[in-house]
């Protein structure tokens, strides 16, 4: 039985760089595996240095002052070290869903943080619009994408101070003037990649402002300075992830990508707005392109649905713990037939109840 991929993540991949993937495990470069081989040797630092090119490339951001940078530690940890690096008395934060609620957490350990706008008191099914960022800002912190709630900001502000985005869920997956952001970070696990790596996409002007002593290991400037070398990177993640961006470029970019997208998020809400059994989590101006939330407008028919679902081959459409109901994560790599799988079976279920 073929198998249809919904997993918030981390999530389907391209079947081609699975193979090519699983083929460096076992030979990368003269019957070694990838895994063995030196971090320094020459064949895995061209990798870490096509991933690096490849991240700006696509992105737009060559030769525009930017450097990409491929760490550990996932986005969590970039909740800490945005702060670290850039904040110095005072940042916005845009309270969108639980992991811009985590950042603005993490990031009153350095200093004063402001919330703009939040849709919390919502249980974050809308982005807040409308909000002034005060300009004596170090910067101003928003996440692009929201899994959990299946929120996505489809406007960015024009901002007078430097701009962060968490673009975890929704990097590379449509066409952004990414130059409006001066740092940009992502784990890869949703559009680029296995768990184990998360990008950074950072412009050099912002840093080094920041008063307090940063551990190395938390410097961006350190970072930047080794190649993502300080300490040895995830190989295979880091392998995996460039893989992807080559599967990409290939495909024509994000250009192309983001054709697919909509045509995949358009499916997939026509069945939910038509189907009288189903109902949408979010606020239709603000709904994600990569992940549809939503649930059951009759809890009686959740057993007979998800037998359906489970005999379709449909994997991973459980919606977070927090939220429950169900949510369709359709990242880059998930084919629009998977999308048509999962609308037959909920039309199916309307015709039987």
């Known amino acids: 039985m073929k198998r249809h991929n919904f997993s918030a993540g981390p999530c389907i991949l391209p079947g081609s760089v699975l193979q090519k993937a699983s083929e460096a495990v076992i ?5 070694l595996s990838l895994l063995e081989i030196s ?24 030769g525009k002052g930017y450097k990409a940078l491929f760490l550990q530690g996932g986005a969590s940890t970039q909740f800490l070290m945005v702060a670290f690096n850039m904040l110095e008395k005072r940042a916005s934060y845009l309270n969108t869903g639980t992991w811009s609620d985590n950042a603005i957490k993490q990031a009153k350990i350095y200093g004063d943080v402001f919330e703009v706008a939040s849709s919390k008191e919502a249980n974050y099914n809308y982005i807040p619009k409308g909000y002034d960022i005060p300009t004596d800002s170090d910067y101003f912190h928003c996440t692009s994408n929201n899994t959990i709630f ?56 912002v840093l080094g402002k920041v008063s307090r002593q940063i551990p190395s290991m938390m410097d961006y400037k350190a970072q930047i300075s080794k190649g993502s070398m300080f300490n040895t990177p995830p ?11 080559e599967w990409l470029k290939d495909l ?29 989590f979010s606020a239709k101006t603000d709904r994600s ?64 109840a």
């Open 27 to 31: 030979n990368f470069d003269n019957g």
């Open 39 to 62: 971090h320094r040797s020459k064949p895995f630092v061209d990798v870490m240095e096509n991933a690096r090119i490849l991240a700006l490339e696509l992105l737009g951001l060559e």
């Open 150 to 205: 299946g929120t996505q900001m489809k406007e960015f502000p024009n901002s007078s101070v430097p701009m962060v985005c968490d673009m975890s869920s929704d990097i590379f997956s449509r066409e952004i003037d990414f130059s409006k952001f001066d740092l940009i970070y992502a784990g890869a696990q949703k559009n680029m990649g296995p768990a184990g790596a998360t990008l950074v996409v950072v412009k050099e002007d």
């Open 235 to 245: 190989v295979f993640a880091v392998y995996t992830s460039m893989l992807t961006l």
């Open 252 to 280: 024509g970019g994000i250009a192309a990508i983001e054709k697919e997208n909509n045509k995949k998020a358009q499916l997939i809400y026509s069945e939910i707005d038509l189907n009288p059994l189903f109902k949408g």
């Open 289 to 352: 392109t990569m992940n549809a939330t939503f649930t059951l407008t009759n809890g009686d028919l959740k057993e007979t649905f998800e037998t359906m679902v489970n005999e379709a081959g449909i994997n991973g459409l459980s919606g977070h713990r927090s939220v429950g109901g169900y949510r369709a994560s359709m990242y880059n790599a998930l084919p629009l037939e998977s999308v048509g799988v999962l609308v037959d079976v909920m039309s199916e279920l309307e015709r039987k």
